[in-house]
Every structure is written in C-alpha cells, then in structure tokens.
C-alpha cells in the first residue's frame, strides 16, 4: 500500500517488482494506491507508507516488517506460501524436522481426517509466525511418543539484548542496535559456539529484565544477559558500546567460563538465629543444601495473604523442633530471591521437603498445615480429658 509522492516506496518499488517476477506462481503479489483508494487503506488500519500486508483466505493475516528487497521478502513469502504444518511420514523425517531447533510442535494423530487434527492444523495456521509445526499419521511414530504426562521444555543457551525494539514506529533505530548484536554474534557463531540470540523491547519483557537485576537501568543503550538451559543467569554490567567491543568482552569471558554467574538476592541476614531460618539466594547452598540436614521451606511473598495466616503455626512449628539439631524449618521470599530449579514455585506459599543426603530431590509439601493442625488436635483432645 503506498501513494506516488513517497519517496520510500519508490525505493521500494523495485525491489517489489523484481519479487512478483520471482513469485509469480507461487504467491501473488498486488500494490494499492492510497491516495486513490483511501477507504481501502483506511479499512486496515494504514497510517504510513509503504505498508506491506500479508492477506490469507482473504483475510488481514498481519504486516510484513522484515528486510524491504526482493530476496527478503521472497524468503519470507516462501515461507508463508507453503503449508502451517509439515507431514512427516517417517522417523527420518520426524528426527530431521525436530533436530537443531529450539523448540517444535508436533502432532500425533491416528486419523488424518480426525477432528483433532482439523483444529491442529488451524492452530498451526494462526501461529505460524511463532512456531514450527508438524504432524503424523504414521502409526509406528504414534506408539513410539505416544507418553502421557507433563513435560518441562528446556531451550538452549540465550541471549537476549533489551532495548526500545519498536519496528512498527521505529524500525531505523530497532535495526541498529540489531545489527551491532548480530555482528558480535556471528563472529561467536562462525567460531562454532553454541548460543542463541535475540532481541527483545525491554517494556514488553520488564520481568525478564527485572529477573536479571536490570530493572533500574535507564536510556536507550540495550540491556544484555544470558540464561542458560540450566536456568543460570549471566548479565552484562558495563555500558553497551556502539563498537560492539564490551559485548564481544562480555561473550569471549562467557565461553572462557570467566563469568560469574547472577543470582537474584536479598542481603543475608546478619542475625539468623530465629526458630525460623531466613534463606536468600546467596546462603541457600549453605543451608538448605546442607546433606546433614533434613530441611523444611517455606517459599512465600509478603504480599500473600495465605502466607500471612500460615506464618505464627509455622513459627510454633520452628519453635517445637528447635531443640533437634539436625531439622531446620527455613522460609524465603521468592519474590525477592531466585528460587534453583528443582524447586517448581508456581502459587504460595509453597513448601518443599529437602531431606539430608538428598537434596537432588526435595518432595513437594501438599498439606501445608497438617503438622499445626495435628498439634492443634492434640491440644484439643487433652482440653477435653481435663474438662472431664
């Protein structure tokens, strides 16, 4: 969509023509003149030129915001053009589609013409701009990963550059700073390091950065750190430099193994001789972690009204087992603190089991106040026998 005064759409126009040469057959490529058809333009939200819009089955299936020549945009019309889902008819097939990627979605259907699979295959056409999918009707296939259960997807090592990334409103400056990471970074990559990169708008992804102790930064520089499939965080402490120089230090000193690795931490506590340890990120090693111990925790946010009704039983519960020096009954705000990955925080309060010589493998509390509630009964019972 375009009018005949813009000057970036007559540099466009060459490169667009050179592209519906090349995809003739393929996808059809069509232009509009919003000066002469402003109700079109205005239909779709047009506010500025050129605008490139991508239609299928005759609907609006969003802009086109990748590089403004012909082999950029036959690239990505390729893509589009060819099916949401690629069927994969063998094992070879199925190892070749999921090998080298991040991640991929897969179906496993019995029936071709399922139902199921009917609304897989729409799903894969809506998000296809976000995933790679791909399904079977291989029976073979469809025994061999027919598990049921809940999985954890690990991804690969990442970093990410946090910055203003706008390529609707900027595109110029949202390139620039792109540019510098991925010049950095193909420099690793043609070395064979294993990293993955990207960019990211820092407001649309503030918790990320507040997870790398970003969150005070401010000005237009990118914010830069790597979380690791491990869950390990690394982050880049100085300035982001124009010439790229303090990213490639950042990167060499990472595959060097030079880095320390960022944890997420309240201060440890001067005084901690409550009958209710205070644990943070940085003296969890040294207590939860202790294989003579038998370890009970509390994971909780000050906020959490739960937490706040648990907190005098679990204290009178701390206060009971004082006298044993091998228990410990221990609390840490995950809010505050990164919380290790085999303890899986998802409400509160959370409290986990971490018995000593297995601290691999805490074991998720589910009644959080039997121990309290048997106390209380007992108490109860021995009111009764007086009263009699």
């Not at 390990?232 to 490639?248: A, H, I, N, P």
Request: with cysteine; charged share 30%; aromatic share 10%.
């Amino acid at each position: 969509m375009f009018t005949f005064r813009c000057g970036h759409c007559k540099r466009l126009a060459p490169e667009y023509e050179a592209a519906a040469t090349r995809l003739k057959g393929i996808v059809p490529l069509a232009k509009v003149d919003c000066t002469a058809n402003s109700n079109v333009c205005g239909k779709y939200g047009v506010s500025g030129y050129p605008t490139l819009k991508i239609f299928r089955d005759g609907e609006d299936s969003g802009g086109y915001d990748g590089h403004r020549t012909a082999d950029g945009i036959v690239s990505h019309l390729k893509k589009q053009a060819g099916p949401a889902s690629v069927e994969l008819k063998s094992e070879a097939e199925f190892e070749k589609f999921i090998g080298g990627r991040d991640a991929s979605v897969v179906g496993f259907f019995a029936d071709g013409g399922s139902v199921a699979q009917g609304e897989f295959l729409k799903a894969a056409s809506a998000l296809r701009e976000s995933y790679r999918f791909g399904h079977t009707n291989v029976e073979d296939l469809l025994k061999k990963h027919d598990d049921d259960g809940e999985y954890v997807l690990k991804g690969k090592d990442l970093l990410v550059a946090y910055y203003d990334v706008d390529y609707e409103k900027n595109p110029k400056g949202s390139n620039y700073w792109r540019n510098r990471v991925m010049k950095v970074a193909k420099s690793f990559l043609d070395q064979g390091k294993k990293l993955s990169f990207a960019v990211a708008n820092k407001n649309s992804f503030s918790h990320d950065v507040s997870e790398l102790g970003l969150d005070g930064s401010s000005g237009e520089l990118p914010l830069v750190g790597i979380r690791t499939a491990k869950g390990d965080k690394y982050v880049m402490k100085e300035e982001f430099s124009r010439d790229g120089k303090t990213l490639e230090k950042f990167l060499q000193d990472y595959f060097d193994g030079n880095l320390k690795r960022y944890l997420k931490s309240e201060p440890i506590p001067e005084n901690n001789d409550g009958p209710v340890k205070v644990i943070v990120a940085e003296n969890f090693d040294s207590i939860v972690n202790d294989e003579s111990k038998d370890v009970l925790i509390e994971f909780y946010a000050p906020w959490c009204g739960h937490c706040k009704s648990l907190e005098p039983k679990y204290k009178e519960l701390g206060e009971k087992l004082s006298g044993d020096p091998n228990i410990v009954i221990a609390k840490m705000d995950a809010t505050a603190n990164d919380v290790p990955s085999q303890y899986e925080v998802r409400g509160f309060p959370t409290i986990y089991f971490s018995p000593a010589g297995q601290k691999q493998n805490p074991k998720k509390y589910e009644a959080t106040n039997t121990v309290v509630m048997q106390e209380d009964e007992k108490k109860s019972k021995k009111k009764k026998k007086s009263e009699l």
